[in-house]
């Protein structure tokens, strides 16, 4: 089943570099990104790193975020690690800008102070059982800085023995684009998970399996902006296992158009809670920005010119679809191509096909979910 979503091989710029301007309209700068090399930060690997506390962290990707904390009585995140956030006159603050469920909330960076910073938006999911965070910036002419956190609030975790559960709950995270395209997509969702924790069989701590998929994908203007009115195709968590502890096996996720790859990734997680009550976990996906079937037209008519009928044959595509492209890109939904006959004309024939059309740039999806089991056999 693995196989279903092998990886894109998607051309990234090198660098992720700051737009014209920053959030604040003042950051006239290109930087470049962290090097792939430099993994001194790396929250998982360090003496301090922990399984109840797990990034997405990949400094080739510029996911770099290595610390959340939330203050429960100021309603506020503190995020670290993300260039120009303004987290130098903060401390990495960031304030509610809208509550988009009853357990998840939108934060954007502190504004304070006149230098120069960039605009980021975190999305944070907060369950008895967990709390998950995504960060992402759209001020960039790349994917840009971001990454995602997964903390288990305490350490609770039994697992059953024979017996299939079904989890459902929230999703949430921003998609950002390559190809000098910059800005960001709030995207909101349903997820199920399915776990079979009989089978497969524990060899070495390692057993069952657990799939799943997130659907009603829904994309916005972050901050409580304009909803987008293409919505995104499901979202695939193939089949895997996980420990004894609790911990997911890092698995592939991804996303299909009309039966063919579309965004292909991973996504990893946890249980938590008393007989495993809850499952939460990240995802990163990228692919192609946007896809889309459009119908057209060709046509033959006949038409009088100088006193002779003479026949004509025409398509009603545009002659440059780079415009179409980019709209389809930006979630627009295109309508289908009629083609309109000359003023006299006649029509002899009309033929009406249809043209996969997709944008000429792609997108990283950084997200996080979080379930609470709603059916238990036995």
Known sequence: MLGLFPRLMIATLGFAPLLGC??????????DSIPAQDTTSDPNTGAEAT???RFLFSPSENLILNSVDFD???NQLVLNNLPFDNSDITGGIYEQVQQINARTIEYRNERAGDQPFDTYYAVFIRSPEYEATAVASGDYLGFGYGGANLRRIGNTITLP???TYTYAGDYAGYRTF?????GIELVTGDIRIDVDFADIDVVENIGGTL?????????????????IPSALPNVLLVDTEFNRDGEINEAEAGTAFEGDPRDSGIYDGGFNGEDAAAVA???KIEGVAGIQRVGFDTVTYSQVIDGQAQLFTQTSLPNDLRDVRERIG???VIADFAFQLPAGATLVERETDTIVLSSEFNAREVGVFSTDSVNRDP
């Open 281 to 283: 976990g990240f995802i």
């Open 178 to 182: 390559d190809q000098g395209r910059g």
């Open 161 to 163: 023995g024979v017996a």
């Open 22 to 31: 920053g959030g604040d309209g003042t950051n006239p700068f290109i930087i």
């Open 211 to 227: 799939r799943g998929a997130i659907t009603n994908r829904q994309r916005a203007a972050p901050g409580g902006g304009a909803a």
């Open 330 to 332: 930006r979630g627009q």
């Open 51 to 53: 399984p109840d506390n």
């Open 72 to 74: 429960e009585t100021t």
